[in-house]
């Protein structure tokens, strides 16, 4: 069975540190790009960021880059995404994704989906 599985959400205040961990089972993540997705309530999914499967190469929406990192563990098959100085506005689901296009940016392109990891940015 073909799986993902988010973790690492929670609870943190404006400035702070999480990061979340993609866990593959079920197929080898090394051969497909990943992709970090996040929806706040009543607005749309939209993607954060975005690895490759062939280069390591990434790309961040304007409003994370310079605070996240994406990146993976071919080994551990695990995705993560570390998000530095967080912001009320950072609040919402996190869900990761895998693609089996060596790198896309286009949501209908990632067939593997996990089931999400709250985050919540709040004093």
């Known amino acids: 069975q073909l799986q993902l599985v988010e973790s690492g959400g929670g609870l943190v205040q404006p400035g702070g540190s999480l990061r979340l961990s993609c866990a593959a089972s079920?197929?080898?993540?090394?051969?497909?790009?990943i992709g970090w997705f996040r929806q706040a309530p009543g607005k749309e999914r939209e993607g954060v960021s975005y690895?490759?499967?062939?280069?390591?190469?990434?790309y961040y929406a304007d409003s994370v880059k310079g605070r996240f990192t994406i990146s993976r563990d071919n080994a551990k098959n695990t995705a993560y995404l570390q998000m530095n100085s967080l912001k009320p506005e950072d609040t919402a689901v996190y869900y990761c994704?895998?693609?089996?296009?060596?790198?896309?940016?286009?949501?209908?392109?990632?067939?593997?989906w996990g089931q999400g990891t709250q985050v919540t940015v709040a004093s």
């Open positions: 994704a895998a693609s089996t296009w060596s790198f896309s940016k286009v949501e209908q392109d990632y067939d593997y």
């Open positions: 690895i490759s499967s062939s280069d390591g190469s990434t």
């Open positions: 079920g197929f080898t993540l090394a051969y497909y790009a």
